[in-house]
């Protein structure tokens, strides 16, 4: 296996997003005539590529471009070596024979000496080495295609691919980033047309493409046009294909073209054009086509489709991981150095060498132990406390911002604010007696007094992940112990007054992430099932103490995406992937073996809370747009448990994606990120849960400077 790769945000895994992504392939903003172009269909000898894991004017002119990288080339003529071009030696001819397509490695092996100066140039010309910028259709949303490689935890990659991180490094912020030249329905015309750019984000008359290279400035750009329709000739898809690539070259950034999966048209003629493209200009080529041949009908989806357009959830794994593999190729042929260091002198100043172990206390800020940890309903508005954990995204990179106190002041005032620790501290926990914090800070773990008297170094093992990566699992807090994620992956356990960890785990179902139990008896964690070819949902896992490695934990369910287990110990809910489309939520009893399905979404389910007595649960579903995953609408429900009925509350934001219980269970908080005014925001909403109404409702100010962040855990003193 060489890579495993699933969706997280909000530690949901990748494949249900590509399912609502596929479908909205559908749109057809250009309408263009012609003739099609017979070719001969042929079939190569497939090597082993395993994995483990109308446009309003499309012919508008391109001008005002440097001469040197001017390269159009006339209908049915050859191309006209530039300046560029004769700069470097003709001969030998490294091309490879167009016509052999179906035989050209999925990974490119060289780039020419005038890419290489073409890149050079666009580095002079303030290009980002650290970016490139997808050009594409519904096929290459992020939710859908690379974007997993901007989540770390939700992939791994064995001995034999773990060069592919120091790219994965390099370009940090690019595989998740929307771009303006990606949407469903687009192809080759549309991406020239200003009709369909984005009128928030580009300037008047801006192509999406012109708009794309403008904001993110890449040094490279990944071309992959799927879709075309019945009708319309490969002779204008070469048309605007090639507009395409000059367009990507006038601003000096490296095209990388792709073949695709599927045969619509017929006779290949389309892989056949791109091809050609490629050897007329000398391009990189990723063989996708090649990549998918291994699978099983080739990595076409003929159950969901019976035109033969979208692919198989394992040639979607190919799909990702070829495509990371094509972009470090090309990196690495552009950079002979081929480190990420060589790259961050030209775009960034030196780094500042890996901080001590001591400098962790230094950033934590003693505070008044909880003023009451048994707040309840509407009296928690005046003396309650919050901690908040919050990430960031700095230069396209994704990063821990910090713990934050909230100390609420009466329902008319925003709370009172406490920075706990500087930028790349994430909390990952509290103790059940709410007195002590795991706070992690890359590979490293630490338990923390909440007044900041006492730091213990727990582990320098600890591998993140997006949701619960460490949690304490007993009740007695004398005798509490942690359970984290580390490295394998496995469960290790650890106390917090000494490192001495014992793993707990030995399954070849790799653990993803550690469910609380708030018992001293059990661990709970979520695996992971991989293939040769993919990785899928996997099972949850419960492994009572007193047993170890050679006794294997209890599986309570398969396909599990996220878990939940009420603090009484008695029940737990959880989420699976829906059939078709979407997930579905249940909930299940520790001493009963079949669980209720209590609701169906299209969406998914972004965050899952029990109230203290262990009798309700609070979900918050999420839609999300089948084109650019946008969040589309939040619902907040509360489920009853015993009844097992459900209200749908009436939260005034749909900002809100985490919300935490007040001592009684009397009273909600939610807590979600706004922009207002430029700046970050901390919008928090009360509700109490017996009148079913808002109570509580303040905006504050968050004192970072980033320019996005979002939460990534919120924990109630309570």
């Known amino acids: 296996m060489s890579v495993r790769s699933f969706h997280g945000a909000s530690r949901q895994i990748l494949i249900w997003l590509i399912l609502i992504a596929l479908a909205a392939c559908t749109a057809q903003p250009a309408t263009i005539p012609g003739n099609p172009v017979t070719g001969t269909e042929t079939h190569a000898v497939v090597p082993s590529a395993t994995l483990s894991a109308t446009a309003q004017d499309p012919e508008k002119a391109l001008t005002d471009r440097p001469a040197e990288l001017a390269l159009s080339k006339p209908e049915n003529e050859p191309p006209t070596p530039t300046a560029v071009e004769m700069q470097a030696s003709p001969t030998p001819d490294l091309r490879l024979d167009p016509d052999d397509w179906q035989s050209w490695p999925v990974v490119p092996e060289r780039v020419s000496e005038r890419l290489k100066e073409v890149y050079r140039q666009g580095l002079a010309n303030q290009n980002n080495p650290r970016a490139f910028s997808k050009i594409g259709d519904c096929q290459n949303v992020p939710n859908a295609f690379l974007g997993v490689y901007d989540r770390p935890g939700q992939y791994w990659f064995d001995e034999n691919f773990s060069f592919l991180e120091e790219t994965i490094q390099v370009f940090q912020g690019s595989f998740q980033r929307e771009s303006q030249a990606v949407r469903g329905g687009f192809n080759v015309a549309s991406v020239l047309s200003p009709l369909w750019a984005d009128r928030q984000h580009c300037l008047k008359g801006e192509t999406p493409l012109e708009c794309e290279v403008r904001l993110w400035q890449p040094s490279m750009v990944i071309i992959s046009m799927e879709t075309w329709f019945q009708g319309r000739s490969p002779e204008t898809y070469d048309k605007y294909l090639r507009q395409i690539v000059e367009e990507a070259l006038a601003h000096s950034a490296v095209p990388i073209l792709a073949t695709k999966a599927d045969n619509t048209e017929g006779d290949h003629s389309i892989n056949r054009v791109i091809a050609q493209v490629a050897y007329d200009y000398d391009l990189p080529l990723w063989n996708f086509w090649l990549a998918v041949q291994p699978l099983p009908d080739h990595g076409i989806d003929w159950e969901r489709d019976s035109d033969g357009f979208h692919i198989t959830l394992d040639a979607w794994n190919k799909r990702s991981f070829t495509a990371l593999q094509a972009l470090d190729s090309v990196w690495k042929l552009l950079n002979p150095v081929s480190s990420a260091q060589a790259v961050a002198l030209e775009a960034s100043p030196t780094p500042e060498p890996t901080p001590a172990l001591d400098i962790l206390p230094g950033r934590v800020t ?353």
């Not at 009296?379 to 821990?400: E, K, M, T």
């Not at 007193?546 to 398969?558: F, K, M, S």
């Not at 809100?656 to 009273?667: F, L, Q, R, V």
Request: hydrophobic letters at 40%.
């Open 366 to 718: 003693p505070y008044p132990t909880s003023r009451g940890t048994e707040q309840a309903g509407s009296g928690w508005f005046d003396n309650g406390q919050v901690i908040v954990s919050l990430g960031a995204l700095v230069d396209g990179q994704r990063q821990a911002s910090g713990v934050l106190l909230l100390e609420l002041q009466g329902k008319q005032q925003a709370p009172a604010v406490v920075r706990l620790t500087g930028p790349g501290i994430r909390l990952e926990g509290l103790s059940s007696s709410r007195e002590q914090m795991l706070l992690s800070e890359d590979d490293r773990l630490f338990a923390a007094a909440l007044d900041g008297s006492v730091i213990t170094l727990v582990s320098e093992n600890f591998l993140p992940a997006s949701g619960t990566s460490a949690a304490w699992i007993s009740e007695t807090p004398r005798q509490e112990q942690i359970a984290y994620l580390g490295s394998g992956p496995a469960i290790f356990l650890a106390g917090p007054e000494e490192a001495t960890e014992q793993a707990l785990t030995a399954s070849p179902d790799q653990p993803h992430e550690l469910v609380p139990t708030w018992s001293k008896d059990a661990v709970a964690w979520i695996e992971v099932t991989c293939t040769n070819t993919a990785c899928g949902f996997g099972g949850l896992r419960w492994l009572p103490q007193g047993q170890n490695t050679a006794n294997p934990a209890i599986p309570l369910w398969e396909e599990v995406q996220q878990a939940v287990f009420s603090t009484d110990g008695v029940r737990y809910a959880f989420t699976t992937p829906g059939k078709t489309a979407g997930h579905n939520l249940y909930l299940a009893r520790l001493d009963s073996a079949r669980p209720r399905l209590i609701r169906k979404t299209n969406g998914y389910f972004e965050h899952l809370s029990w109230s203290p007595d262990g009798k309700t649960l609070l979900a918050i579903e999420t839609v999300q747009s089948k084109y650019s995953g946008r969040i589309l609408e939040r619902k907040y429900w509360l489920f009853n448990a015993e009844r097992l009925t459900n209200t749908l509350l009436g939260v005034k934001s749909e900002s809100a994606t985490h919300a935490t219980w007040s001592g009684d269970g009397g009273t909600i908080l939610f807590l979600g990120m706004e922009e207002q005014d430029g700046q970050n925001s901390l919008r928090i909403q009360g509700l109490e849960v017996v009148r079913r109404r808002i109570v509580y409702d303040q905006v504050m100010t968050i004192p970072w400077e980033e320019v996005f962040m979002f939460l990534e855990r919120v924990e109630g003193l309570n």
